[in-house]
């Protein structure tokens, strides 16, 4: 049910006090009020708000008449003595239901305005119902903006920027898909900037979108927004991980949900340190357009006993206002380690584990939670149960054709082109090199022509490179197999 049809029910069904709760009045006044009142309160429509007092609206939105009411009990006294059925909307009661003579106004007015036909409607940014008014009041939140209001959204703009054709119906899609979660008028203004900065709508808009989730989720404080710079291509291998990734990019779009696929819940990476598990978490936002949500579980944990779970909770809602978005929950297994049965921290761990774990089965809005993980000791059973993630998989050391393509990547980055070089016989010689190491054997070599008198870099200077690295494979040669064993069975390959 849509929150107009939900609003509609509670006013046929004679709710005497309604709460909608909106940072948007505006809209929620041309989206719910409006229609409900026109159609089935004739039309009348009333708002009162301390500094108006109490105002009839025309069916245009613009003002048709003013009755003084300086203060909310003169507002409800309105309400109160009017004749016919209507709606009285009341801007920011939640400021006023602190008082006694209010309340207890409006215990007598809930059993007198249903038979009238008269229903007074809470309005603002915030609700929290008295506890006396317990039975009288129905709370419904407004959501943002959906996906098809932000399409026409998109279209208007286009045609404002005189440009009707100017995005491919993809682009279009993915440009209002990441614009989820804003309200209208944050969407708005971020397609006015577009507007003035591109003098179109591009796709370029999206880094705008991304940019306005980043100041949405940077006054929560325990969820950074980071910007990644890498994309899928700057990760070299993994080509399963990649393909089952490619996959599921569709699977949040409107057409997977008609089709009557679930939203993808997220992935949990297990494998050796630096072969490129943080890497995905950050190519993974870039490729699908939507903000990376960097979790610090310590600083959930880091907090005084009892606040953790509020704490959790917290992170969770934040994440949901920016969806879509990825969350990236890195290194799980040391984050949750205290959740065991064993712990002495007196269940708090356990209960900020089971917190997560709910929320993980149960969620509906689109945040792919990508979380890492380079030890099975510490690894609470129940994140591998199935309904969590969508999948494990295991990231291994890369073979010799990965790490071809990784070093081919590194020099790429550094504007050296790979091309005509024979990187097989620099792949073949790095046996057992993690993507990190790798990495650093493009640095290093860089560094030794830089510093030879800053002549080109030869293949010589990574073959010298790559002789001093010992890999870490070597000195953790025990740990790297016992990975291996246990993701053998349990883990999904990610090459
Ligand atoms: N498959 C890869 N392709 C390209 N670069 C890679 C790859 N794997 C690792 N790298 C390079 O190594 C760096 C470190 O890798 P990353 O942080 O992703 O490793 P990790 O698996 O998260 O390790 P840890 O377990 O230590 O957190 C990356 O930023 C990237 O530059
Ligand atoms: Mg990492």
Not at 164 to 168: H, K, Q, S
Not at 249 to 252: I, L, N, S
């Given at each position: 049910m849509t929150v107009r049809e939900e609003f509609a029910l509670a006013v046929r069904a004679r709710m005497p006090l309604i709460a909608l709760v909106t940072p948007e009045e505006q809209r929620a006044e041309a989206l719910v009020l409006r229609p409900v009142a026109d159609e089935w309160r004739a039309g009348r429509l009333f708002v009162w708000s301390i500094t108006e007092g109490m105002v009839e609206r025309d069916?245009?939105?613009?003002?048709?008449a003013r009755i003084p009411a300086p203060d909310p009990l003169a507002a409800l006294d309105v309400a109160a003595g009017y004749e016919e059925p209507a709606l009285f909307v009341l801007r920011d009661f939640h400021h006023h239901l602190e008082s006694a003579a209010v309340l207890r106004r409006l215990r007598d007015l809930a059993s007198v305005l249903p038979v009238a036909g008269k229903n007074l409607v809470f309005l603002g940014p915030r609700f929290r119902t008295p506890d006396d008014l317990e039975k009288d009041v129905l709370v419904l939140d407004v959501p943002p903006p959906d996906f098809i209001e932000l399409g026409r959204l998109v279209g208007e703009a286009q045609i404002a920027g005189r440009t009707?054709?100017?995005?491919?119906p993809a682009a279009r899609e993915a440009l209002a898909r990441a614009m989820l979660g804003l309200t209208l008028g944050e969407a708005e203004s971020v397609l006015a900037r577009a507007l003035v900065r591109d003098g179109a709508i591009t796709a370029r808009a999206v880094e705008l979108v991304l940019a306005e989730k980043r100041h949405l989720v940077r006054r929560h404080g325990l969820i950074e927004c980071l910007e990644s710079r890498d994309g899928l291509d700057d990760v070299g291998g993994l080509a399963g991980l990649k393909h089952w990734l490619a996959r599921r990019?569709?699977?949040?779009g409107e057409a997977a949900r008609d089709y009557g696929l679930p939203v993808p819940r997220g992935i949990l990476l297990l494998g050796v340190q630096g072969c490129g598990k943080s890497l995905i978490a950050k190519a993974v936002s870039r490729a699908w357009a939507m903000p990376l949500l960097h979790l610090d579980l310590g600083r959930v944990f880091g907090k005084f006993v009892g606040e953790s779970e509020a704490a959790m909770r917290r992170a969770i809602q934040t994440a949901e206002a920016a969806a879509p978005c990825v969350l990236w929950v890195d290194e799980i297994e040391k984050g949750f380690a205290g959740a065991t049965v064993e712990a002495h921290d007196a269940g708090v761990g356990a209960r900020v584990l089971g917190t997560f774990l709910t929320w993980m089965q149960e969620?509906?809005?689109?945040v792919f939670v990508v979380a890492t993980a380079n030890q099975i000791r510490g690894l609470p059973p129940e994140l591998l149960r199935k309904g969590r993630f969508d999948e494990l998989f295991f990231v291994d050391l890369p073979d010799t054709g990965e790490r071809e393509q990784i070093l081919a990547v590194h020099l790429r980055k550094r504007?050296?082109?790979?091309?005509?070089?024979?990187l097989a016989d620099l792949a073949r010689r790095t046996d057992g090199f993690t993507g990190a190491e790798l990495e650093q054997v493009v640095v290093e070599g860089l560094h030794n022509a830089f510093a030879d008198g800053r002549r080109p870099l030869a293949p010589t200077d990574l073959e010298q490179a790559a002789a001093e690295v010992v890999p870490l494979s070597v000195t953790m040669r025990e740990t790297v197999a016992a990975l291996r064993q246990w993701a053998a069975t349990r883990a999904r390959r990610a090459s």
């Open positions: 069916p245009e939105g613009g003002d048709r009707p054709d100017g995005l491919p990019e569709a699977a949040f969620k509906e809005k689109p504007r050296r082109d790979p091309a005509g070089w024979d």
